[in-house]
């Protein structure tokens, strides 16, 4: 296929369970910010989870119904990371961030907070994705960094593009043939 036939991307995405730690309700409060300067702006929102009828409720009193969808668990989610713009990982604690990883085998750049756990560990900021500050800011600040970064993305298509490209390549060092060789000469060294 070539560049041109590629299919066009659209819009942000976030996946992951739809409870307190993915923190989607500040996402939804950063997407607000976002839609006052990009106003065509779209989130889809992949998962389920017990704070549905209450992320859904924050959407409606946001009136971002149009802007924010809640689409459920999703069978073939390479599919949509290849669709969409890119990522937005909100969480306050990640154990890996695979979503993260996922949506980089695919192209799919990512801007997710910087908080305890995997993002900084896989997202190099500024190259194949961007890494929002999270630590030592209360949640205004937070929101208005995850909104900044979000804004940034959609500004550019030619760094999202690059970093998309970025994303693909760097997160091979998170294939099964790297971290086996990885392993293997871990136990050499120890024998």
């Not at 607000?32 to 009828?53: C, F, M, N, Q, W």
């Not at 802007?67 to 459920?72: A, P």
């Not at 969409?84 to 154990?95: A, I, K, M, T, Y």
């Not at 890494?131 to 909104?147: H, K």
Request: aromatic share 6%.
């Amino acid at each position: 296929m070539a560049a041109d036939d590629a299919p066009q991307r659209r819009g942000a995405m976030a996946v992951g369970r739809l409870a307190p730690v993915k923190q989607f309700g500040l996402l939804i409060e950063a997407w607000k910010i976002v839609t006052a300067s990009h106003p065509g702006a779209t989130l889809d929102i992949y998962g389920e989870g017990p704070l549905r009828e209450e992320l859904q409720r924050q959407i409606d009193e946001a009136e971002l119904n149009n802007r924010i969808f809640l689409r459920g668990d999703c069978e073939d989610l390479a599919a949509k990371y290849a669709s969409h713009e890119f990522l937005v990982l909100s969480s306050r604690d990640e154990g890996f961030g695979l979503v993260l990883i996922e949506a980089m085998q695919c192209g799919c750049p990512c801007v997710a907070v910087d908080c305890p756990g995997g993002p900084a560990h896989i997202i190099t900021d500024g190259k194949d994705g961007i890494l929002v500050p999270y630590r030592n800011l209360n949640s205004d600040e937070r929101i208005a960094a995850l909104a900044s970064a979000a804004g940034r993305m959609l500004d550019d298509s030619d760094m999202r593009r690059e970093m998309g490209a970025r994303a693909r390549l760097n997160v091979n060092r998170f294939s099964k043939n790297d971290i086996m060789s990885r392993w293997q000469n871990l136990f050499k060294s120890l024998i």
